[in-house]
């Protein structure tokens, strides 16, 4: 079918994959409309010295299926290769391995609690489903299954890491999903010799070129003009306007809501979003490539965590360089250090460094990236809004603030742009099994890095 002309706002993965579910189930008018250079949004990349580099640490998780569906779709799945890496905890300042037994009963937490915080990760292994803890925090679910105690000495460290919150404060069945996911002692897939997401950006990029999808670069949408209940025209900020017969919204809600503030659909206004800070750097300096993943447990640190990019994938960047990933959340982008200089974060970070390595890092270059809204903040209320406006016969929306209570990840964000693809191809009676496909999507082999 031909069919309507659709309008997607926003050209990150969730954009990207809403378009390509639309112009695989035969609709032929597609424009994407992305204000950066390139498609990907936070997948996205920078270049150095003729290398490519995340903006900030990516991995492939095992479990994230639809994002397998996709690396397959685009001929990359079996170039990707997995390895068994460390997550630490650095506390006290002390290293703490969970994922070994010597390190996990080093752990300065009782027998007791060390049961309990067993107990809770069998439980979330067997658990895939956690809609059941709508509304319940994760001090609920951690109380529950593991008792205060393990709650005081881990994981409120960990939700302050992460959204700069206490458990009573976040959600017990976004905690619960993450647990299950089981980032820290799962293998975890990159591409030797590249940077996965790079090719995945590039990847999905030809699906839509191929499918004949129009993708605008470098265009920033101004405001949305509406008439009589629908929403009419996209005017971008050069006067230029394009029109649609459908609209897809997978940009943030604080900027769709600053375009369209007479939008009253449920739980649009509740969102708020975490800020990002990422430095990636590289030196030539020996780093112990033992680790992958450093949480600074501490709470008295600048970063978050420390991340060994090099440590996942010893082909990134040039031969003999050590890449280093220095990441913190914040509540918000209101709080100072998101303002900090560049001169500033780089010296906090190495003050980290030097604290965590017992040695001074010295890099040879550093890419500062701040993000202004990076995560929704999951909240023990949080509730994905509806895929389709209560306000605008004709807007739908998509994006990881809909994908709740999963993790947040390309897979996620993917995932989520499926699903609105499916919602719009459902009101045109075309229905898709695109979403079925990519969640039930089966990796065939799990080659070694």
Not at 329 to 354: I, K, M, N
Request: hydrophobic share 45%; aromatic share 10%.
């Amino acid at each position: 079918m031909s069919g309507p002309a659709v309008v997607v706002l926003g050209g990150g993965l969730s954009g990207v994959a809403a378009a390509y579910a639309l112009a695989r189930a035969g609709l032929t008018d597609i424009t994407v409309v992305e204000r950066g250079p390139v498609l990907g949004g936070l997948a996205g990349s920078f270049e150095q010295d003729g290398q490519f580099y995340p903006l900030g640490y990516h991995h492939i998780l095992h479990r994230d299926r639809p994002l397998h569906y996709f690396l397959d779709l685009i001929g990359a799945l079996p170039t990707v290769r997995w390895r068994r890496v460390r997550m630490l905890f650095h506390l006290g300042g002390r290293a703490y391995d969970l994922g070994s037994p010597a390190g996990f009963l080093a752990f300065p937490m009782s027998l007791r609690d060390k049961a309990g915080f067993v107990r809770l990760m069998l439980k979330a292994f067997n658990k895939r489903d956690w809609s059941d803890w709508l509304d319940r925090s994760a001090a609920d679910l951690v109380d529950r299954y593991a008792g205060a105690g393990t709650r005081e000495a881990l994981f409120e460290r960990l939700t302050r890491l992460k959204f700069e919150l206490p458990c009573a404060q976040v959600s017990g069945a976004w905690l619960g999903a993450r647990l299950h996911y089981r980032e820290g002692s799962a293998p975890l897939g990159y591409i030797p010799g590249a940077n996965w997401t790079k090719v995945l950006c590039d990847g999905v990029a030809r699906l839509l070129t191929d499918a004949g999808v129009t993708v605008r670069l470098d265009a920033t949408v101004h405001r949305l003009l509406t008439d009589g209940g629908r929403v009419l025209e996209a005017e971008l900020s050069t006067g230029e306007r394009i029109g649609g017969d459908i609209f897809v919204s997978t940009i943030p809600t604080e900027v769709y809501l600053r375009l369209l503030d007479a939008d009253r659909t449920p739980e649009l206004e509740r969102i708020r979003y975490s800020a990002l800070i990422s430095v990636v750097c590289a030196t030539r300096q020996a780093v112990d490539a033992r680790s992958y993943w450093i949480n600074l447990a501490s709470l008295d640190r600048t970063a978050c965590g420390i991340f060994l990019l090099s440590s996942l994938n010893p082909t990134i960047g040039r031969p003999g360089d050590t890449c280093v990933n220095f990441v913190t959340h914040l509540r918000g982008r209101d709080r100072p250090l998101f303002q900090a200089s560049d001169d500033e974060l780089l010296a906090r970070y190495r003050d980290d460094f030097r604290v965590v390595f017992g040695f001074d890092l010295d890099p040879f270059w550093a890419h500062v990236a701040r993000v202004p809204m990076y995560s929704p903040v999951f909240g023990r209320s949080f509730r994905n809004p509806p895929v389709r406006s209560a306000s605008w016969d004709n807007m739908y929306f998509g994006g990881n603030y809909r994908a709740f209570p999963s993790i947040v990840s390309t897979g996620t964000a993917l995932a989520s742009g499926l699903e609105t693809g499916r919602a719009v191809l459902a009101d045109l009676g075309a229905p898709t099994d695109l979403p079925a496909m990519a969640a039930g999507f089966r990796l065939g082999a799990m080659p070694r890095g």
